[in-house]
């Protein structure tokens, strides 16, 4: 599997595109191209041809070089079943378990990740290692929100009940570059996690297009979303919110409020 990813270098939006491509045949599958000439030239660049694009959901800033690239490459294209009406020229409709094959290395399994829409998909693979491209459900130290037809509830459960339990060694591929903005609420809610205060210290050294790749395990070390055990968080957010937050999903949903206004 050969993972191309691409800074969009649009702020604040900051979308990553990824092309991921087989290499023993160079056929690719481009995910939530925002630009397509952009996409296109660094797929020529590598001497790849891109044959699918898959929308992770229905976004205009994750389908807007649908239509272009679509044009240029006649490439299929995938999405969720429940983006039916809400994505146009949907070549072929995915749910939970479908596999989707890119050449003849590359297998991905979709994985409904429903909450920041009720749309979502993510692209997961075992193989040769295990990687999530994962749109706008989980970011680097953060989540999607759920303000533009989602549900934080939903969120919870693909969050907590599904990523939770994904290999440790898992390779987070977000849509967006928010992992600075997001380290600095992960330190609002827990101002001595000393994992997140150095991953800070790293990242800002970093540009958008040399980010580091984030892990499940790191993410479980520095990422709120994924540390609705911690007791520190809790016992932080029970002085600070004036609502019930004893439970796994009441921590999380109380984090989610906390993040829209932060
Ligand atoms: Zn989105």
Redesign the pocket.
């Known amino acids: 599997m050969l993972i191309e990813r691409i800074y969009l270098n649009n702020p604040p939006l900051s979308n990553f595109n990824h092309i991921i491509a087989c290499e023993k045949t160079a056929e690719a599958i481009a995910i939530d191209p925002f630009d397509a000439d952009i996409v296109l030239k660094r797929a020529e660049e590598k001497g790849w041809t891109i044959k699918q694009i898959i929308s992770t959901?229905e976004?205009g800033?994750?389908i807007r070089g649908n239509k272009e690239l679509i044009a240029k490459t006649g490439a299929k294209l995938l999405a969720h079943k429940n983006a039916s009406g809400k994505i146009k020229e949907v070549d072929t409709f995915v749910d939970q378990g479908d596999i989707i094959h890119v050449g003849e290395t590359v297998k991905f399994e979709v994985l409904t990740t429903l909450g920041?829409?009720m749309a979502h998909l993510c692209l997961y693979a075992k193989d040769p290692e295990p990687v999530l491209f994962c749109?706008?459900t989980l970011f680097n130290a953060g989540v999607?929100n759920c303000h533009?037809g989602g549900d934080a509830g939903a969120l919870y459960h693909t969050v907590i009940d599904h990523l939770f339990d994904l290999p440790d060694e898992t390779k987070i591929y977000p849509?967006h570059d928010y992992i600075e903005n997001n380290l600095g609420f992960a330190l609002s809610r827990e101002p001595h996690n000393k994992e997140a205060k150095e991953l800070l210290e790293q990242v800002s050294k970093q540009t958008p297009d040399t980010r580091m790749v984030t892990n499940i395990k790191l993410e479980k070390k520095v990422n709120p979303f994924l540390r609705v055990h911690s007791q520190a968080l809790i016992s932080q957010l029970k002085q600070d919110v004036n609502q019930l937050v004893e439970s796994p999903k009441e921590v999380f949903l109380a984090l989610r409020e906390l993040r829209n206004h932060w």
């Open positions: 959901h976004h800033d994750h920041h829409t749109g706008d999607g533009n849509g």
